[in-house]
């Protein structure tokens, strides 16, 4: 039977013209019956209004006067993981209610929201609420919330994949966890109505929030839909709606026109930039996404040099531009006034170009969901076609984008591991409660227990927790600003105000390093840049940022004044974390394709292209199929080189080597530097390396032992001290400073590395420097993944090769290896040359247009 809502959402879909799709339907009907579970869907394909025009005929059904205004109260939450992503959901939303004549003006709530409108907020609450997982633990730390949500309905996370996997997304299930209890305690029913609910006899456990996320494809949807849910939702009431939808797509790689000069290796892809203009041309509206911020910038140079005619109508979109400029680049983006943008990942997500019908992909993206989300800015639209070109930034990049394209073919996409255990952002949940109404631990315990993050916490280590926020925990007991929280008959309650404010601007998991302001010295800001780099600059200096060639004049309070310079060169900023490694399954296809290659088999044009440097790989070395695993040897003046290729990312590799290096030593004690790429890697030292006697060994490539092992070949403690300054900034530990007086970067790592050494040396158990060490395994060395990695190759024909030269495969690794700290006044391209030159490596094109002196890779000297 058909409702009076849904009778009134589909003559809305009449009245636009448009088809609703079978998985829409599906949606409203699920919706409507009363589940809670997951939307997959792709991008452009409708799946806001999947979701949101459901809720409205619920809401029609249980309101017939819903066109006359009432405080209604909240009634929809929807959390999104970008704040630029509210603006485009809050336009189609609004459009909808104005269509359906119903009252309401729907509002948004992150960090950009203006102090009066969050004021105004907090006196009428609007029906629909867009925010992100930061404001909504800001809503939970205000005095009497449990007010603001008792009407509730129902809560939407968009983009759920995305925040799967990192401490953002275990914020969400925090939060929920919360939503889900006062749910419960208001008698908040969305199982059914009250009316059935009495019929029925539902316990009071039974009254909860519907809860619904919207995800795009990844390896794990059903753990997904399990990690939002969390373990006390009844399975029969959870549902997984697919949308079946084939995206069309066109994916199709830019080859160089002559690949025996194409670079192995250094370089950003600037070569292509006129065949990339050829596209941009033909092209309505082309988005070219980079990797890194740095790299937007030396791109959006590139263009403006070589192309001025584009001035005007090309701009630069990434996450360290000022607001104000972004938001305008998405508006003139819609208002289709813009030919070209070069952009990273914060055009990724949901916000809505349909203008755009080209993406360019200059590098590898690393992981296929992620391209397949960057591909799907083109064609935004339900039915259109995503027009998508992959640049490699060199040569083995093409094999790259085949195994793309191959991957995408047999539907293999990245899963998203959840985070379990993160003690940093329930301590911070914590005082987040104890600031606002205070949380009873039994209850609170309770609570943290549904979670899939918290599942297996225990009693003992939330008491830890508890003593932690009241009393220091074992160590800091005699520091006064440790003392957080009062207890009093069994309340849990941040009393101080001071404590209260620090804690309310300190909410939040995204860290980084300090980032100053960037403005005109006449006035208007152009964003942030870190502070590490702005340190290094002296007055009169050139940078570029934000498409400007910019003269630094001086920092005052944490802002960096700047004017127009007319210099054609300049240094371009660098940011931490821009290097993203190869992801498990694209390694694997890559693996595939690098097989199929060694058969012989040549079905796609990336190969057949590559054919010339798989001749000379196969002349010098070998080209390993499935079944073996590949090391080459070769002594130059630097020393002795051992190559190893697993195929497997460079952060898997950083393991693998100081482990393998480590485990030669025990033959032979050596000094060993070390560089990789996604790859291989290198280990090199000034003396021969008794690799024939390590292999003989059954336990060279074994996991027997393997963590022991890990922790003596690496400076454990200096990773987890590291990682340590991340935890103690979201754990309250150390403070980053109130607005426009931040703490200087060097003070807060003192500070966290002080901290550090004395929960080490006096309180071993802690909970913190416990979740460093783990964190530091799983994250920084994928110690899974290159546990995996070892079993492959244990059972894999070891080929060892003797060759002369660096080969097309060794030649990228030993250009990372110039990263090695020296001194030197050569740039990037002039030591990459000398390199060629040296070994008389063929095809390695030494000079790209805009290219900038940077250090390459990720290398350390070690020593055994």
Same mark, same amino acid.
């Given at each position: ?16 013209n448009?088809?609703q799709f ?16 997951l ?15 459901p ?5 029609? @059904?249980?309101?017939p006067?819903y066109?006359?205004?009432? @405080? ?7 959390i ?17 209610c104005? !269509?359906?004549e119903i ?18 907020l907090?006196?009428k ?17 205000q ?7 008792k ?9 759920? /994949?995305?925040?799967?996997?990192t401490?953002r ?12 209890a006062l749910?419960?305690? $208001?008698g908040?029913?969305?199982l059914?109505?009250k009316? +059935? ?5 539902l316990?009071?456990?039974?009254? =909860? ?31 997984m709606v =697919?949308?079946?939808?084939e ?9 160089? +026109? ?6 192995w290796a ?35 140079h ?8 584009y ?32 952009c990273?990942?914060?055009l990724?997500?949901?916000v809505d170009?349909?203008?755009v ?6 590098g ?7 391209f ?8 935004h ?7 998508? &070109? ?8 093409l094999?790259?984008?085949?195994a793309?394209?191959?991957a995408i073919?047999?539907?293999i996409?990245?899963s998203r591991?959840?985070m379990l255990?993160?003690?940093d ?13 205070g949380?009873r631990?039994?209850e609170?315990?309770?609570e ?20 932690f926020?009241?009393?220091g925990?074992k ?8 003392l ?9 309650k941040?009393?101080?105000?001071r ?6 601007l ?12 960037v403005?005109?010295?006449?006035g ?10 702005? $340190?290094?600059?002296?007055?009169? @200096? ?11 004049i ?5 802002t960096a &004044?700047?004017?127009? $310079? ?6 371009i ?14 390694s694997a ?5 690098l ?12 190969v057949i ?6 001749q ?5 070395s ?18 002795h /080189?051992l190559?190893f290729?697993?195929?497997?990312g460079?952060?898997? /590799?950083?393991?693998m ?15 060993? $530097?070390?560089?990789?790429n ?9 003396e ?8 003989? !060994? ?13 922790l /003596? ?9 590291r ?8 754990g309250?530990l ?7 007086q931040?703490?200087k970067?060097?003070?807060l ?5 002080l ?6 040396e &006096?309180?071993?158990d ?13 994250f ?12 492959r ?8 090769k ?16 110039l ?14 040359a000398?390199?060629?030159?040296? &070994? ?8 790209e247009?805009?290219?900038?002196p ?9 020593g055994f």
């Amino acid at each position: 039977m058909i409702t009076t809502g849904q009778q009134i959402i589909r003559q809305w879909y009449q009245q636009k013209n448009w088809r609703q799709f079978p998985f829409q339907q599906e949606m409203e009907d699920t919706y409507l019956a009363g589940f809670s579970g997951l939307l997959n869907a792709p991008t452009g394909s409708g799946k806001t209004f999947a979701l949101f025009l459901p809720f409205l005929a619920d809401f029609i @059904n249980r309101h017939p006067d819903y066109k006359t205004k009432q @405080n209604n109260g909240l009634q929809m939450l929807w959390i999104t993981p970008l704040r630029a992503l509210t603006n485009d959901i809050k336009k189609a939303m609004q459009e909808v209610c104005d !269509d359906l004549e119903i009252p309401w003006k729907i509002a948004t709530r992150t960090g950009d929201t203006p102090a009066a409108e969050k004021a105004a907020l907090k006196k009428k609450l609007p029906e629909v609420l867009l925010t992100t997982p930061e404001s909504l633990h800001l809503m939970l730390a205000q005095k009497e919330y449990p007010a603001i949500f008792k009407s509730l309905q129902v809560v939407v996370i968009d983009e759920w /994949h995305e925040l799967l996997g990192t401490k953002r997304g275990v914020q969400v299930e925090l939060g929920l966890s919360r939503l889900k209890a006062l749910g419960r305690e $208001s008698g908040v029913l969305s199982l059914k109505s009250k009316v +059935e609910s009495q019929d029925l006899g539902l316990q009071a456990s039974d009254y =909860r929030l519907r809860i619904w996320g919207i995800s795009a494809t990844i390896g794990n949807l059903e753990q997904a839909a399990e990690v939002l849910l969390g373990n006390d939702f009844p399975a029969d009431r959870i549902k997984m709606v =697919r949308s079946n939808l084939e995206k069309k797509l066109l994916i199709k790689s830019i080859i160089p +026109e002559n690949i025996e000069n194409y670079s192995w290796a250094g370089h950003i892809g600037l070569q292509l930039l006129p065949q990339v203009m050829k596209l941009v041309a033909k092209s309505k509206t082309t988005l070219i996404f980079t990797n890194t911020r740095s790299q937007s910038e030396i791109w959006y140079h590139a263009i403006l040099n070589s192309y001025p005619e584009y001035a005007g109508i090309m701009a630069m979109h990434h996450g360290s531009l000022d607001n104000e400029l972004r938001n305008w680049v998405e508006q003139a983006l819609h208002a289709e006034a813009l030919k070209v943008v070069v952009c990273t990942s914060s055009l990724d997500l949901g916000v809505d170009f349909r203008p755009v019908d080209t993406v360019v992909q200059v590098g590898s993206p690393k992981g296929v969901a992620r391209f397949m989300q960057r591909a799907g800015r083109s064609g935004h639209h339900p039915g259109a076609v995503s027009k998508a &070109y992959f640049v490699p930034t060199h040569s083995l990049e093409l094999l790259e984008g085949a195994a793309l394209k191959e991957a995408i073919k047999r539907g293999i996409f990245e899963s998203r591991d959840p985070m379990l255990l993160t003690m940093d952002v329930l301590i911070q949940f914590m005082v987040t409660l104890a600031v606002s109404e205070g949380f009873r631990a039994d209850e609170l315990f309770a609570e943290v227990k549904t979670t899939y993050a918290f599942a297996d916490l225990t009693r003992k280590e939330f008491n830890q927790l508890l003593d932690f926020i009241t009393n220091g925990g074992k160590t800091l007991a005699q520091y006064d600003e440790f003392l957080k929280v009062e207890v009093a008959n069994g309340l849990y309650k941040v009393n101080n105000r001071r404590v209260a404010m620090r804690h309310r601007l300190s909410i939040g998991t995204i860290t980084s390093d300090l980032s100053v302001r960037v403005k005109w010295l006449s006035g208007g800001s152009l964003g942030t840049i870190e502070e590490s780099f702005i $340190s290094k600059l002296r007055p009169g @200096n050139v940078f570029w940022f934000a498409g400007r060639s910019l003269e630094f004049i001086r920092v005052k309070e944490m802002t960096a &004044y700047v004017k127009k $310079s007319t210099a054609k060169k300049g240094m371009i900023p660098s940011w931490s974390g821009g290097r993203m490694p190869l992801s498990s399954q694209l390694s694997a296809v890559f693996r595939d394709k690098l097989d199929e290659v060694a058969h012989g088999i040549e079905k796609d044009e990336e190969v057949i292209t590559l054919k010339p440097l798989f001749q000379l790989q196969q002349q010098l070395s070998h080209l390993p199929q499935s079944h073996e695993f590949l090391i080459e040897s070769f002594k130059s003046t630097e020393g002795h /080189h051992l190559i190893f290729y697993p195929f497997e990312g460079r952060l898997v /590799h950083e393991g693998m080597a100081s482990l393998l290096a480590f485990r030669i030593s025990r033959i032979k004690p050596a000094s060993f $530097s070390i560089a990789m790429n996604d790859y291989g890697f290198e280990l090199l030292t000034d003396e021969d390396i008794p690799i024939e006697q390590a292999l003989e !060994d059954a336990s060279f490539f074994s996991i027997d032992n393997l963590l022991d092992d890990i922790l /003596h070949s690496l400076n454990a403690n200096e990773m987890a001290r590291r990682r340590f300054r991340d935890i103690a900034h979201i754990g309250g530990l150390v403070f980053t400073g109130y607005p426009g007086q931040q703490i200087k970067n060097k003070h807060l790592q003192a500070s966290s590395s002080l901290l550090f050494e004395v929960f080490t040396e &006096y309180e071993p158990d802690n909970l913190l420097v416990r979740q460093a060490y783990n964190e530091a395994l799983a994250f920084q060395l994928e110690e899974f993944r290159l546990r995996a990695a070892l079993q492959r190759i244990e059972k894999q024909s070891i080929i060892l090769k003797t060759i002369e030269r660096p080969t097309p495969f060794a030649f990228p690794i030993m250009v990372d290896s110039l990263g090695r700290e020296r001194l030197t006044t050569e740039t990037m391209e002039e030591r990459i040359a000398k390199m060629a030159r040296q &070994y008389g490596a063929e095809g390695v094109s030494a000079k790209e247009s805009g290219k900038k002196p940077r250090k390459v890779g990720v290398v350390r000297k070690k020593g055994f």
